[in-house]
């Protein structure tokens, strides 16, 4: 797979885009992952635009297919991948140079993996948040036996406003001295190169700022604002505090949804993102930008309970997260279809009503998007990539090349 930028946008005409997708995909059994190319390449460029420069590390967790990896990075303006896990990033790294693991990591064999291959230890970076994390992989393969680990330390990025704890519970280091003390320990211990930093704003990157609630929209929005604020000034005491004990090699922060804001830290040298290249509908309800619907799933009908229902075969590939209303997938094509609030998406079938399930038959098909990007690939063995109006390859996901690594 190639990306160049796109000379239309089909998209755009939920009428035209489906029907074709429809169209090309009509050959293939479902479930059936699809991939428009296009779209996909639409999202990669308009994320560099957003980015403004900034170099953005590939988040893989949000992708899962080695053929979308590869051709994004292929771009200028991509470089290096975030993994979530570490036998996910020795795999990677085999043909990955710069692979930083965005999670601490207890996998003692892939630990001793890594420290027994000099070339995968000097293409995969470790996150730490404490000295145990240190003392495990001393535990495993002490440091006269092995090449120096590459670690870089997160800082916790959630704030804690006037109204509580705003963020996600990652790191347990939230002040610039407790990042610099544990750099510190990094440095005086043998066997450990420190060379990067990570914070990841969630709460700005991951939360919808335009929410179907107005009021709601403009409190997330105030609020996404001072936090911001609040986390440029403590992300660049930290980054300087750290840079009097080792030179990183980068400091990464961000994700799709907050590019602008990330990129202009300029304590930041990358931003992480991934979900944004294909679009899942979690990201219909961001005010300041609007990714293509690039990857979707299609099922067919196999039942017609009533004349003005219809039900498919399988749907519930709920994402994570709060198990709230937005978790479900979402009915793309056709219109006018809606969920049964006493069933939703199920196990093996999802019943459907609405003005569009009189005209459907058996063996017809309804196209959904996933909440979450990546998750959209644990599920099946390929996306059946579309460019042009016509299937031009299928590219494998995780799972298609038998890897499950969460």
């Given at each position: ?18 029907p ?18 296009e ?60 692979v ?7 996998d ?7 420290a027994r ?12 948040d ?13 440091p ?15 704030w ?32 450990f ?39 440029r000034?403590?992300?660049g005491?930290?980054?300087?505090a ?28 990358e ?68 969920l ?18 009189a ?27 579309v ?8 590219l ?7 890897k499950?690594?969460?």
């Amino acid at each position: 797979m190639q990306l160049v930028p796109p000379t239309a946008t089909p998209w755009t005409s939920p009428r035209e885009y489906w029907p074709m997708l429809a169209d090309a995909t009509h050959g293939l059994e479902t479930p059936v992952g699809v991939l428009c190319a296009e779209a996909l390449a639409h999202n990669a460029f308009d994320m560099l635009r957003r980015a403004a420069g900034t170099p953005i590390r590939v988040a893989s967790k949000s992708v899962r297919v080695r053929g979308v990896l590869d051709a994004v990075l292929a771009l200028p303006g991509y470089a290096g991948v975030l993994a979530y896990t570490l036998p996910e990033a020795l795999w990677l790294a085999e043909t990955i140079d710069d692979v930083v693991v965005g999670y601490p990591t207890v996998d003692r064999a892939a630990i001793a993996a890594l420290a027994r291959d000099d070339r995968l230890a000097a293409r995969v970076t470790l996150m730490i948040d404490s000295v145990a994390h240190l003392d495990l992989v001393d535990a495993i393969v002490p440091p006269r036996a092995r090449p120096a680990i590459r670690v870089a330390i997160e800082l916790d990025a959630s704030w804690d406003g006037p109204v509580g704890h705003i963020g996600v519970h990652r790191s347990p280091l939230h002040a610039p001295a407790q990042v610099r003390a544990l750099a510190e320990e990094v440095a005086r211990r043998p066997g450990f190169a420190l060379v990067g930093l990570m914070a990841y704003e969630a709460q700005i990157a991951g939360l919808a700022n335009r929410p179907a609630s107005r009021v709601r929209g403009t409190i997330i929005r105030a609020l996404q604002s001072r936090s911001m604020r609040e986390l440029r000034a403590r992300r660049g005491e930290t980054v300087a505090a750290v840079r009097q004990v080792a030179e990183l090699e980068f400091v990464n922060g961000g994700g799709t949804g907050s590019l602008e804001s990330t990129a202009a830290d300029p304590s930041v040298t990358e931003i992480a993102a991934g979900s944004g290249l294909f679009g899942p509908h979690l990201f219909d309800q961001y005010a300041h930008f609007q990714p293509a619907p690039a990857a979707a799933f299609a099922l067919s009908v196999v039942r017609k309970p009533e004349p003005a229902m219809a039900t498919l075969l399988g749907g519930g590939w709920i994402a994570s997260g709060p198990p709230t209303a937005d978790r479900q997938p979402q009915l793309a094509w056709p219109l006018g279809l809606e969920l049964l609030p006493q069933e939703m998406a199920g196990e093996v079938q999802t019943p459907l009503r609405g003005r569009g399930a009189a005209s459907l038959r058996l063996g017809d098909r309804v196209f959904l998007r996933h909440t979450k990007a990546g998750e959209l690939s644990e599920h099946l063995l390929s996306f059946a990539v579309v460019e042009g109006g016509r299937v031009t390859e299928t590219l494998p996901t995780y799972r298609g090349e038998g890897k499950v690594f969460l």
